[in-house]
Nanobody
Framework: QVQLVESGGGLVQPGGSKTLSCAAP????????MGWFRQALGKERELVAR???????NYADSVKGRFTISRDNTKNTVYLQMNSLKPEDTAVYYC????????????????WGQGTQVTVSS
C-alpha cells in the first residue's frame, strides 16, 4: 500500500510561519504532480498548491504570495512553506500525488496522505 507521510503540522500564532513536508515512495514521486490540499471544519477539501515534475507551480488565490510549494526530487519530498498565516488557514492539510497513466497495466491514480492539522490561533 502506497503511503504518503506528512509532517510539520501544529499550532502557530497569526502572522507566523510553518513548513509542511510530505514524503512519498520514489516510484510514485518521480512520476507525479504533487499537491497540497486542505479541509477546514465543515467545508469541502480545496486545492492549496500544486507542483509539476518540472517545477511549475500554481496556487489558490487565497494563499498566493504567502505560501510556497517546492519539491526535492532527490529526497522524494514535497514541501509547503506557509508564511503570514491567518486564522482562516486553519485546516487539515493533505498531500496528494497525481500519478499519470504509464501503460494500460499501470493506470493513473491519486494517492493521499493521512493529513496533518494546522491551527492558527493566538
Amino acid at each position: 500500500q502506497v503511503q504518503l507521510v506528512e509532517s510539520g503540522g501544529g499550532l502557530v500564532q497569526p502572522g507566523g510561519s510553518k513548513t509542511l513536508s510530505c514524503a512519498a515512495p520514489g516510484s510514485i514521486f518521480r512520476l507525479s504532480v504533487m499537491g497540497w490540499f486542505r479541509q477546514a471544519l465543515g467545508k469541502e477539501r480545496e486545492l492549496v498548491a500544486r507542483i509539476t515534475k518540472g517545477g511549475t507551480t500554481n496556487y489558490a488565490d487565497s494563499v498566493k504570495g504567502r505560501f510556497t510549494i517546492s519539491r526535492d526530487n532527490t529526497k522524494n519530498t514535497v514541501y509547503l512553506q506557509m508564511n503570514s498565516l491567518k486564522p482562516e488557514d486553519t485546516a487539515v492539510y493533505y498531500c496528494k500525488a497525481e500519478k499519470p497513466t504509464i501503460t494500460v497495466e499501470d493506470p493513473g491514480r491519486d494517492y493521499w496522505g493521512q493529513g496533518t492539522q494546522v491551527t492558527v490561533s493566538s
